[in-house]
Nanobody, 124 residues
Framework: VQLQASGGGLVQAGASLKLSCIPS????????WGWFRQAPGKQREFVAA???????VYADSAKGRFTISRDNADNRIYLQMNSLKPEDTALYYC???????????????????WGQGTQVTVSS
């Protein structure tokens, strides 16, 4: 599965952005989808994930501000980001994989497929 992420941009602190992830094909029923981010000089970190059954997991930094969702009709995964902060600046990646258990959603190693990333820059 190839993943295409889009929706990044340059915004001011407090603004909102909505990232999209489009897979190249429809996937089987047990896939999980995640968003990760990587800032310059830092390791890739988990942001949010959603399982095939709708269960979601968020990083503490994303709770209350970000919402991950899945549109089955459009076959897209979204990350709505509100109240953006300068520390949210990073390259955001979407990822997907089959059969990921809930406890493994935060680990990049759990995901088999990755998109190319979309840049989010938040100015103060």
């Amino acid at each position: 599965v190839q993943l295409q992420a889009s929706g990044g941009g340059l915004v001011q602190a407090g603004a909102s952005l909505k990232l999209s992830c489009i897979p190249s094909r429809r996937t089987s029923g047990n896939y999980a989808w995640g968003w990760f981010r990587q800032a310059p000089g830092k390791q890739r970190e988990f942001v949010a994930a959603i399982r095939w059954n709708g269960a979601t997991v968020y990083a503490d930094s994303a709770k209350g501000r970000f919402t991950i969702s899945r549109d089955n009709a459009d076959n897209r995964i979204y990350l709505q980001m509100n109240s953006l902060k300068p520390e949210d600046t990073a390259l955001y990646y979407c990822a997907a994989g089959p059969g990921i258990i809930l406890s493994a959603l935060r680990s990049p190693e759990s995901y088999a497929y990755w998109g190319q990333g979309t840049q989010v820059t938040v100015s103060s």
